[in-house]
């Protein structure tokens, strides 16, 4: 009999779930729409529907031990999301609790960044490791960060902790979806590298082979093929966006000690492109006694990340 969990990883597009054993086996996934328009009852009553689909796809061999669940935002001991949700509005005040008590199984929730950090240590590029501490930034339309200590999420006093995209890096720059400024997501995410890059088109001191029509297509990837191909334009962009997120780097390993950083997310396909900037970044702001010893590499799980992490939840955390 293999002990396995059912894993959920929500997001504001899809619900990504699996079953997955103690070895990191994804043994069945499945991707089902988020309907981000209901109400919390709602929201309840369709994980209890994509639970069922889940549970009957397990078969005889198995024995599920728990469900673990993952989403933006922030939950409490009772598994009742707090708030940090805003792209699915039904799921504030939600209790995964209750969700788990239908099919009689202990339930875990955590935030979907910390989750994948987990699985990332647990299962991906920093498994069999000695990494005492570990930060992974994901690089997508915003900039989300989790962390792991001596293989335990650090969740901190409210579980806000490992939000490095909101992380200051700009002093007075620019308004924040969270309500500050300057943050490190206005500038080193996807949508950081565009703006960045539309700024300079627009001052007009280049020549480009970067269009409009080229980030509007390919987004930040047209940015970066630009890049490859000797672009000035673009290449400034990179070293820019990337050097800020070096520096954020640098302060997090002064604070935290971090001897591992991941860098995950879809900008994570370009790593080689990025990691000079952010070691010129670590070498300027970075504690010389700990630049050479912090190992930073690309995540390995891809969006497989935070279903691992859930079943990392249960087997390992």
Same mark, same amino acid.
């Given at each position: ?41 709602? /929201? ?11 549970? &009957? ?5 198995? $024995?599920? !031990? ?5 989403? +933006?935002?922030? @939950?409490?001991? $009772? ?7 805003? &792209?699915?509005?039904?799921?504030? #005040?939600?209790?995964? @609790? ?5 099919? @009689? ?5 955590? &935030? ?10 647990? =299962? ?13 930034? *994901?690089? #997508?339309? #915003? ?16 579980? =806000? ?5 909101? *992380?200051?890096?700009? +002093? ?8 500050? =400024?300057?943050?490190?997501? /206005?500038?080193?995410?996807? $949508?950081?590298?565009?703006? $960045?890059?539309? /700024? ?31 672009? /000035? ?51 300027? =702001? ?5 630049? +050479?010893?912090?190992? !930073?590499? +690309? ?19």
């Amino acid at each position: 009999m293999t002990d396995i969990v059912v894993c959920f990883d929500i997001g504001g597009t899809l619900i990504k779930g699996a079953l997955i054993d103690k070895a990191g086996n994804i043994l069945y996934k499945e991707s089902i729409e988020t309907c981000t328009s209901l109400d919390t009852k709602e /929201q309840e009553a369709s994980l209890v529907k994509c639970t069922e689909i889940f549970m &009957n796809k397990v078969s005889s061999d198995m $024995n599920v !031990i728990g469900l673990a669940m993952a989403s +933006p935002g922030v @939950s409490d001991k $009772n598994t009742v999301l707090l708030g940090g949700c805003e &792209n699915i509005e039904g799921m504030h #005040g939600l209790r995964f @609790s209750d969700i788990g008590d239908r099919f @009689s199984l202990p339930t875990k929730h955590e &935030n979907d960044a910390s989750t994948a950090a987990l699985g990332e240590v647990v =299962y991906g590029a920093g498994k069999g490791s000695e990494y005492k501490s570990a930060l992974l930034i *994901t690089l #997508g339309t #915003g900039v989300g960060g989790g962390l792991v200590f001596d293989g335990h999420i650090y969740r901190g006093s409210k579980g =806000y902790a490992g939000e490095i995209g909101h *992380t200051c890096v700009i +002093p007075g720059g620019l308004e924040c979806n969270c309500g500050g =400024y300057g943050c490190l997501e /206005q500038y080193s995410s996807a $949508n950081g590298y565009i703006r $960045n890059a539309r /700024q300079r088109m627009h001052k007009k001191l280049y020549n480009t082979i970067l269009t409009e029509e080229d980030i509007i297509r390919d987004k930040a990837k047209s940015i970066f093929d630009a890049a490859k191909k000797g672009d /000035q334009l673009a290449s400034d962009t990179v070293s820019e966006c990337s050097h800020i997120l070096g520096m954020a780097i640098a302060h997090a390993m002064n604070m935290l000690d971090l001897d591992l950083v991941l860098i995950g997310g879809g900008l994570c396909k370009d790593f080689d492109m990025i990691i000079p900037h952010i070691d010129r970044a670590l070498r300027e =702001y970075g504690l010389l006694l700990s630049v +050479p010893l912090l190992t !930073i590499k +690309p995540a390995s799980l891809g969006n497989d990340a935070g279903v691992l992490g859930c079943a990392a939840l249960f087997f390992h955390a």
